[in-house]
């Protein structure tokens, strides 16, 4: 009779070597919305770590810079609410890098306005590229994955997606990253069994293009430290350790999370 509690034979790395856990030599990663902020630094993250990245946006001029900076990296501009260009996606990028192991859903749009006044048509877009996309990109890379039996997907959400925003009203935003962060525990629940860990990173405030007219004034900027218990906005850089855990092997058993990494917003 087998042991259920017998300790599992470990299938990555030596305990001598903890740190090669975090490495992606050989991993082909997709990441979206990479023309910029949070995308462009998750993009050359996993470039440091070992792998060959794919960046995908709409920009064309801001993507292939950021290609010639990346080693092994291949440009693919791409709308990921398009069909179409998902799928041409997902096919440049097998075709020349390979089998896609990782997959960062990064892509997404906000507009702060009150809901009363906010449009269906506007509601509806935001939603569409915060949420439905990476519902339709993560199952045009888990087939794959799926039939490979290993891969993670990483959703960035927000914090927004696990409380309201308030006083900066902005309903599509917090419905559509709330989303994600369900999305994230089912396609986990469904996924995981047959080898794709499926996991989401809510950041608070960080310094991005998203964030700018916030975080760039005196008064935005003081009202993000009133709320953030470590009284400042966060660095890109300090998202680094989240997202290698989750991108990587020394992450083998976390799946269906949603991860905050917001200086302590959401402890209040």
């Not at 990663?29 to 060959?52: C, D, E, K, N, Q």
């Not at 935005?220 to 990587?248: C, D, I, K, Q």
Request: charged share 20%; glycine share 10%; aromatic share 4%.
């Amino acid at each position: 009779m087998t042991n259920p509690t017998a300790p599992v034979e470990e299938p990555t790395a030596p305990a001598e070597d903890p740190t090669a856990l975090f490495r992606l030599d050989g991993r082909v990663a997709v990441v979206t919305g990479a023309s910029s902020g949070i995308g462009a630094h998750v993009a050359r993250l996993l470039t440091a770590a070992g792998a060959r990245v794919a960046l995908a946006a709409r920009r064309e001029g801001p993507l292939k810079e950021l290609a010639a900076e990346l080693p092994g990296s291949l440009a693919v501009p791409c709308d990921v609410t398009s069909a179409e260009d998902r799928a041409h996606l997902v096919r440049t990028v097998t075709g020349e890098l390979g089998p896609i192991d990782i997959l960062v859903n990064n892509a997404g749009l906000s507009e702060t306005v009150p809901a009363e006044t906010q449009t269906v048509e506007s509601f509806s877009s935001i939603v569409a590229l915060n949420l439905t996309a990476v519902f339709a990109l993560s199952q045009a890379v888990g087939v794959g994955m799926l039939e490979r039996g290993r891969g993670s997907v990483v959703n960035i959400a927000s914090i927004y997606g696990l409380v309201a925003s308030g006083s900066l009203p902005q309903a599509a935003y917090t419905a559509s990253k709330g989303g994600v962060v369900n999305l994230t525990r089912e396609l986990a629940a469904e996924w995981s069994a047959r080898g794709v860990r499926v996991n989401a990173v809510c950041p608070g405030w960080f310094w991005s293009e998203m964030t700018e007219s916030m975080l760039g004034s005196d008064k935005g900027r003081a009202w993000v430290e009133r709320r953030t218990p470590m009284r400042r906005a966060g660095r890109l850089s300090e998202l680094n350790g989240v997202l290698l855990l989750l991108a990587s092997d020394a992450g083998s058993y976390v799946t269906g999370a949603a991860v905050p990494v917001d200086g302590g917003y959401l402890a209040l």
